[in-house]
T-cell receptor, first 114, second 114 residues
Framework: DAGVIQSPRHEVTEMGQEVTLRCKPISGHDYLFWYRQTMMRGLELLIYFNNNVPIDDSGMPEDRFSAKMPNASFSTLKIQPSEPRDSAVYFC????????????FGPGTRLTVT | AQSVTQLGSHVSVSEGALVLLRCNYSSSVPPYLFWYVQYPNQGLQLLLKYTTGATLVKGINGFEAEFKKSETSFHLTKPSAHMSDAAEYFCAVRTYTGGFKTIFGAGTRLFVKA
């Protein structure tokens, strides 16, 4: 299996622009998680899906952030408009195990908003 | 509230020395505990996990951890550090807040000196 795939790996954009991050989970995994990692706040869970349905979005910072999972093999995290404080590494992870929630992480997208 | 505390944001050891990374948790449900490792510019990778049964858990790359309920601890050890162990290590707990989630600690960066 190719593992969790994220694109792009790096994104540099100007403040006010829309940013879309993409994720393909491991086939057969029905849980998908979006995290944000920064030096100041560490690893934060933004939202997670089960069977393509958002279960908990309490970590989404504000209305500028939105996430979708139109099918079992694709999810997006969108920021509009982007701000410099959104600069971070965004990770997608997936899980099959309903009992332990052992997660498999993608390589991350490093977002820089200037 | 459920939480994970990693003692020491940075740990430095000499090559060949014992590695000890400390983790304490709190959980309102029977804890499932994890250690993940993150190498530079990569996503997190599972090192080991405790669910039930034997409290001493062995993982990849010679690491092991012991679940001590009385101390609410899950410290990570390796008898002999190798240069390739230099990375950031995250302790995590599966917890329940109206739905199961994984809470990650702030991370401990391990430096290995030659």
């Amino acid at each position: 299996d190719a593992g969790v795939i994220q694109s792009p790996r790096h994104e540099v954009t100007e403040m006010g622009q829309e940013v879309t991050l993409r994720c393909k989970p491991i086939s057969g995994h029905d849980y998908l998680f979006w995290y944000r990692q920064t030096m100041m706040r560490g690893l934060e869970l933004l939202i997670y899906f089960n069977n393509n349905v958002p279960i908990d979005d309490s970590g989404m910072p504000e209305d500028r952030f939105s996430a979708k999972m139109p099918n079992a093999s694709f999810s997006t995290l969108k920021i509009q408009p982007s701000e410099p404080r959104d600069s971070a590494v965004y990770f997608c992870a997936s899980s099959r195990d309903r009992r332990t929630y052992e997660q498999y992480f993608g390589p991350g997208t490093r977002l820089t908003v200037t | 509230a459920q939480s994970v505390t990693q003692l020491g944001s940075h740990v430095s050891v000499s090559e060949g020395a014992l590695v000890l990374l400390r983790c304490n948790y709190s959980s309102s449900v029977p804890p499932y505990l994890f250690w993940y490792v993150q190498y530079p510019n990569q996503g997190l990778q599972l090192l080991l996990k405790y669910t039930t049964g034997a409290t001493l858990v062995k993982g990849i790359n010679g690491f092991e951890a012991e679940f001590k309920k009385s101390e609410t601890s899950f410290h990570l050890t390796k008898p002999s550090a190798h240069m390739s162990d230099a990375a950031e290590y995250f302790c995590a707990v599966r917890t329940y807040t109206g739905g199961f989630k994984t809470i990650f600690g702030a991370g401990t960066r391990l430096f290995v000196k030659a």
